[in-house]
């Protein structure tokens, strides 16, 4: 069973479209994550999802829109896309309470290839 | 602001040798974590740590954490080739779920 699953795994497109990107969790949590790694491996946290509620949205262009129709998903819609785009981009999702160790677990990523 | 220091980026070692990663934090935070990516796949977790002192053991590796040094580090005993990837710390917010990421350490060893 996948905990955490992306689609598509590749996506390569050209300047100026608009594509999304697809997560999905079955592991219950509660908060879900959108993650951008860079060529040099460095990872940044985009946007975060609590309930279908936005609780971390970082300096991100605005061509990007995270969606979450409900708390086992969590998409990532992105316009106009650039070649700065390409990238890893990982979700994640995490049990939140003030209990738990927020640990989150990582989906296989899409690697996002603009032309 | 909080960032997230390691150290050192690139490690190449012999197999059978002990090294240690260090990760650096500048704010005070409740909970620290290693993960583990191998080239072209997603992040494992390895670690979670939650208090001063705690230490954590899994085969060949050992995490510790320092609050108030605001250090952990990530110790690697008698290396085998398996243990070839990038090791990632990351710091939690604190009164929050985000997790701020070191810059990674790529980890090779050799033969």
């Known amino acids: 069973d996948t905990a955490v699953s992306q689609t598509p795994k590749y996506l390569v497109t050209q300047m100026g479209n608009d594509k999304s990107i697809k997560c999905e969790q079955n592991l219950g949590h509660d908060t879900m994550y959108w993650y951008k790694q860079d060529s040099k491996k460095f990872l940044k946290i985009m946007f975060s999802y609590n309930n279908k509620e936005l609780i971390i949205n970082e300096t991100v262009p605005n061509r990007f829109s995270p969606k979450s129709p409900d708390k086992a998903h969590l998409n990532l819609h992105i316009n106009s896309l650039e070649l700065g785009d390409s990238a890893v981009y990982f979700c994640?999702?995490?049990?939140?309470?003030?209990?738990?160790?927020?640990?989150?677990?990582f989906g296989p990523g899409t690697r996002l290839t603009v032309t | 602001e909080l960032k997230v220091e390691q150290n050192p980026l690139f490690l190449s070692m012999q197999e059978g040798k002990n090294y240690t990663i260090y990760c650096n934090y500048s704010t005070t935070s409740d909970r620290l974590y290693w993960y583990r990516q191998d080239p072209g796949k997603s992040l494992e977790s390895l670690f979670v740590l939650l208090s001063n002192g705690a230490v954590k053991q899994e085969g060949r590796l050992m995490a510790s954490l320092d609050t108030k040094a605001r250090l952990s580090t990530l110790h690697i005993t008698a290396a085998v080739h398996d243990l070839s990837a990038t090791y990632f710390c990351?710091?939690?917010?604190?009164?929050?779920?985000?997790?701020?990421f070191g810059t990674g350490t790529r980890l090779t060893i050799i033969p």
């Open positions: 994640a999702s995490s049990q939140g309470s003030p209990w738990a160790s927020y640990e989150q677990y």
């Open positions: 990351a710091v939690g917010n604190f009164g929050n779920e985000k997790l701020t």
